[in-house]
């Protein structure tokens, strides 16, 4: 839970409360997405068809978890007139929940290219992609420690992280783009392209939540 110092007057500890409850709906929304992005690591890269099949129903609690969240911040703002601060605070919430749930998405297609993959042999690129996986899934959970800190200087240090993502996924995109002599059909190369391009996009989601917590923090955008 996000924690703050206790300078709160009786008049805004119901709405105090009601913040910290929407801050725990999110650290919840989290570590589903978290379970998510491991479970399309299991199903892309150790072809796991159970670990795929089991992330649809996961990804329809995130989506649960976003609009009640959002409609939470919206009444917050509305009805409980927020100082600048919680104003700031609320609306980044709502930015950050949908950068979740867009992982979620991702997470969710990496399931459904996985399951088209499992009858062709495995690329020898794979290893590679399950490193790009990994730093993904390490970027997620360092922008959720932000959030349950509300360290800024964590969550900027996202965009260094984001940068070696783009690196791999240039140079992993020049590589199954450019194979010569390749024999066979190329739908496993298509999707292996899309899966790259999923990964790629859920590190710059993670970034924006990094970015969004330092936003929270210190009320300057970055």
């Known amino acids: 839970m996000i924690v703050y110092s206790d300078t709160q007057t009786p008049a805004r500890r119901p709405f105090q409360r009601e913040l910290n409850r929407v801050e725990r709906d999110i650290l919840r929304m989290g570590a589903l997405v978290e379970t998510s992005c491991r479970l399309s690591h299991q199903a892309l890269c150790d072809r796991n068809l159970s670990a795929a099949k089991a992330i649809p129903s996961l990804d329809k609690k995130i989506d649960r978890y976003y609009r009640q969240i ?26 950050l929940v949908r950068d979740l749930e867009r992982i979620g998405d991702y997470a969710k297609d990496l399931a459904e290219i996985s399951i088209k993959l499992f009858p062709y042999p495995e ?3 794979m290893s590679r992609i399950a490193m790009m996986s990994q730093q993904a899934q390490a970027m997620l959970a ?48 298509l999707l292996l392209v899309l899966a790259i391009r999923h990964l790629e996009r859920m590190a710059d989601h993670a970034t924006n939540i990094g970015r969004r917590v330092a936003y929270i923090v210190t009320g300057h955008r970055h």
Do not use: W
């Open 123 to 125: 690329h020898n690129c």
């Open 70 to 95: 959002e409609a939470d911040c919206v009444l917050l703002m509305t009805l409980q007139a927020p100082v600048a601060r919680d104003s700031r605070q609320l609306g980044a919430f709502m930015q």
């Open 142 to 189: 360092m922008s959720l420690e932000a959030l349950i800190n509300l360290d800024a200087e964590v969550g900027l240090q996202m965009k260094e992280k984001d940068t070696a993502v783009d690196t791999a996924y240039d140079t992993l995109y020049q590589t199954l783009a450019r194979q010569r002599d390749y024999q066979g059909v190329l739908e496993p190369i």
